[in-house]
């Protein structure tokens, strides 16, 4: 008898433990921001440890499956004096005790679940369970009840936020009867019905959100109450690179009894070293009893001074022969000597080569951007394709909100190219680790960093997935990227079986439009140092090269006005001195001018090692400015189907 008691008291405890911990409030979408969301649970008894527990979230839609997106380890963390715990991001006010990603909380119709297992009983896409069950909460914004997820984790109930048509601004909140939820005024760190210990709030306030290195500011920390005794805060700034050797200042702080603010002086050490920009992390330490952080861990950016100006010019004030390509030197020398659909096989043969050229992750492209990408002007920054400027590396897009942000711009829309993210490809990996690819491997043309831009958010957005020609770029702006994204597409056709640039505007999968503008952009717009410096940068991550900024004439014999034509590498051509034009000056600055110059002629200009660099048409006698550095070049002139090579010094 007493052995039967015994187990029927276990189990009643065992009961009575895993009915502790319940979804006291949920705010699924705040669609202005979309970065507030959170969930909070509440304990029978304060101060309650939560080892054991986790909070998985299931996703109701069709292609989700009502299988788990993602799952929060609860392990370490204890609720507070009033039985509360509060998961989410860092924009979350007051400031959670378990921080999260901004924008992780899905809409619905989704569930949240508490579980007394281990995080690892919930890898992405566990099919949702009542076993080890907690609570369970179904949720939904306006969407039809998911009765499937529902009957899974043993629920009756689908709970609209957003059935005031508030649902930026109103959360669902368990009702004291334990059962039932009303949804209302979000009340997070808060008991639902406004009863419990009222905590003082502590508030970090800073003038600013950036600074130059050499600044001085002020921290101030200011509570909602006066203190009833000295209160110690203690605080960290650092974050990633940024260390005690950047800054000066104390870091512990004392609001004294009586009062309810204190302020430390913090002053950036103006170095020398090209750290690039940084951000400092105002990192609060844990409050005694009756006390929580309205806001924590303020980022504040620091501007590094000493960031470097590359020797070429930036896409609008372009300069050429500054950067050398650096292909091999055999790596074009199966093209000699062929024409028509033979060199564009060898030319797909030499880019989409298995046995050479790698494939990398779609979140290895935002560091080759990084690299590949970077404003010739300021070494800390990003070149915007469309918009022509450029932008701090740190304004990388990672909500929702694309203001004031960039993000990785497809030049060949995935939409039309019909290739999307894949399995790995959210996870940065670094250079050494790749996928093998070939021709036929179109997946990987969604991480191709040759058809990929560093690109401003909103004009990303507006461009969409037009087509060349419907698009033409923000008004206004001097169209320096056309050129730079003709080239872009017209690779990808010859990388990837599959692609094709067509003329016109197609509705055909895998197509892409309007060749004749592209073919326009790609002759008015040469590849310059930037591109060249671009394609050398890719070259070290993927192992393949854009052939057409290497050799911008390949185009003419592929689509244009030399198709059929026998190509070979430039300086392999004749020359006939029958064509008599003569340049001067020579030595020259930065112009030369041409006499005999009767009928439209092309100027192509190369440096002394044969690469080209840009060439322009000109009709009489015209002048030509170069944009070069100082040294040797060659200048091949082609008119009346008769050429000849001029040899030209430059000396600034």
Request: hydrophobic share 35%.
């Amino acid at each position: 008898m007493n052995k039967i008691y015994s187990i029927l008291v276990f189990f009643f405890l065992c009961q009575f433990v895993t009915s502790q911990i319940v979804i006291n409030e949920l705010d699924c979408d705040t669609p202005s921001t979309d970065d507030k969301e959170f969930v909070e649970l509440k304990s029978d008894t304060p101060n309650f440890s939560l080892d054991g527990y986790v909070v998985v979230f299931f996703n109701g839609s069709t292609s989700g499956g009502n299988t788990s997106y993602f799952t929060v380890d609860l392990d370490g963390y204890t609720t507070d004096v009033n039985g509360l715990l509060l998961i989410g991001s860092a924009t979350v006010t007051p400031f959670p005790q378990l921080v999260i990603a901004a924008n992780v909380i899905q809409n619905g119709a989704d569930a949240v679940a508490v579980y007394q297992a281990s995080w690892y009983d919930f890898p992405e896409g566990t099919l949702a369970t009542q076993e080890n069950l907690i609570d369970a909460l179904m949720y939904d914004t306006s969407d039809a009840d998911d009765t499937d997820l529902m009957a899974l984790l043993g629920e009756t109930v689908q709970i609209n936020e957003n059935q005031n048509g508030n649902k930026d601004t109103e959360s669902i909140q368990l009702n004291n009867d334990g059962m039932t939820y009303s949804v209302t005024t979000p009340t997070p760190r808060q008991l639902n019905d406004g009863s419990g210990v009222v905590l003082n709030g502590i508030t970090i306030s800073v003038a600013q959100t950036q600074y130059d290195e050499g600044d001085v500011f002020d921290i101030t920390y200011t509570s909602e109450e006066n203190v009833t005794e000295n209160l110690d805060l203690n605080f960290m700034l650092n974050n990633g690179g940024f260390d005690n050797s950047d800054f000066t200042g104390l870091t512990s702080v004392t609001i004294p009894n009586g009062s309810n603010t204190t302020s430390t002086t913090i002053t950036i050490v103006d170095d020398a070293d090209d750290e690039g920009d940084e951000v400092l992390k105002i990192s609060l330490d844990a409050l005694p009893s009756g006390y929580l952080a309205l806001n924590n861990n303020i980022e504040i950016r620091i501007i590094d001074n000493d960031y470097v100006v590359s020797p070429w010019g930036i896409p609008t004030n372009p300069t050429f022969g500054v950067v050398g390509s650096t292909q091999p030197t055999d790596y074009y020398d199966s093209l000699d000597g062929l024409s028509g659909s033979t060199l564009k096989q060898a030319l797909q043969d030499i880019i989409a080569d298995p046995a050479i050229v790698r494939a990398q992750t779609y979140a290895d492209v935002i560091d080759i951007l990084k690299e590949a990408d970077q404003n010739p002007a300021n070494s800390n920054q990003v070149w915007l394709v469309y918009t022509e400027q450029g932008l701090a590396k740190l304004d990388y897009q990672t909500t929702s909100n694309n203001f004031g942000t960039w993000n990785r711009e497809h030049t060949y829309p995935r939409s039309r190219g019909g290739f999307y993210s894949i399995d790995l490809d959210d996870i940065a990996d670094g250079k050494d680790v790749f996928w093998t690819t070939k021709a036929d491997s179109l997946r990987h043309g969604n991480s191709d960093a040759h058809a990929l831009r560093a690109a401003d958010g909103p004009e990303n957005s507006s461009r969409g997935n037009l087509h060349y020609g419907q698009y033409v770029g923000p008004i206004g702006n001097l169209g320096s990227f056309k050129g730079d994204v003709a080239r872009s597409v017209l690779y990808m056709e010859i990388r990837y079986n599959g692609l094709e640039v067509v003329d016109g505007y197609p509705d055909i999968a895998g197509q892409l439009g309007d060749l004749v503008t592209l073919l326009d952009w790609h002759k008015n717009d040469p590849p310059d140092d930037f591109e060249m410096n671009r394609n050398n940068i890719i070259y070290t991550w993927q192992y393949n090269r854009n052939p057409f900024i290497d050799y911008p004439d390949l185009v003419e014999y592929i689509w244009g006005n030399q198709i059929g034509s026998v190509w070979n590498q430039p300086l392999d051509f004749e020359t006939s001195e029958s064509l008599d034009i003569k340049v001067y000056p020579n030595p020259t600055t930065q112009k030369v001018f041409f006499n005999g110059i009767l009928n439209e002629t092309t100027v192509s200009v190369y440096n002394i090692e044969g690469r080209f660099l840009f060439e322009k048409i000109l009709s009489k006698n015209s002048s030509l400015d170069l944009n070069l550095v100082n040294g040797i070049y060659l200048l091949k002139i082609v008119s009346e189907e008769k050429s000849i090579v001029k040899r030209i010094v430059v000396n600034n």
